[in-house]
């Protein structure tokens, strides 16, 4: 099961995420976020909040990437979704030494 809100603020628009991203849910993340980067205003920050996220599939894994990537932010708790995020994040620097994303904030 996965549970996915979104919380709008000046600055940003949060989606806080809560439980298993993993199939077939991860379509559920996608959708939700492609919609947020489409109704973002200039300047606003799209923020994926994981501190309620349970269990990270491959699938899910693979998502997260694309969005690291295309420069969404991480909120997280936890040793092994921080783990997770890092080594994203590695990954996404290797891929042209620029890296990607805005990082992860715990």
């Given at each position: 099961m996965l549970k996915i809100t979104t919380v709008e603020t000046a600055d940003t628009c949060s989606l806080v995420v809560e439980g298993m991203l993993i199939e077939p849910w991860v379509m559920e993340?996608?959708?939700?976020?492609?919609?947020?980067?489409?109704?973002?205003?200039?300047?606003?920050?799209?923020?994926?909040?994981?501190?309620?996220?349970?269990?990270?599939?491959?699938?899910?894994?693979?998502?997260?990437?694309?969005?690291?990537?295309?420069?969404?932010?991480f909120v997280c708790k936890g040793v092994l979704t921080r783990f997770l995020l890092r080594r994203m994040e590695r990954k996404c620097k290797g891929l042209d030494g620029s890296g990607c994303g805005k990082g992860v904030e715990s």
């Open positions: 993340l996608d959708q939700s976020w492609v919609r947020a980067r489409q109704d973002l205003a200039a300047g606003r920050q799209l923020v994926v909040d994981l501190a309620g996220v349970t269990v990270i599939g491959c699938r899910g894994e693979e998502l997260l990437f694309r969005m690291m990537a295309d420069g969404t932010q």
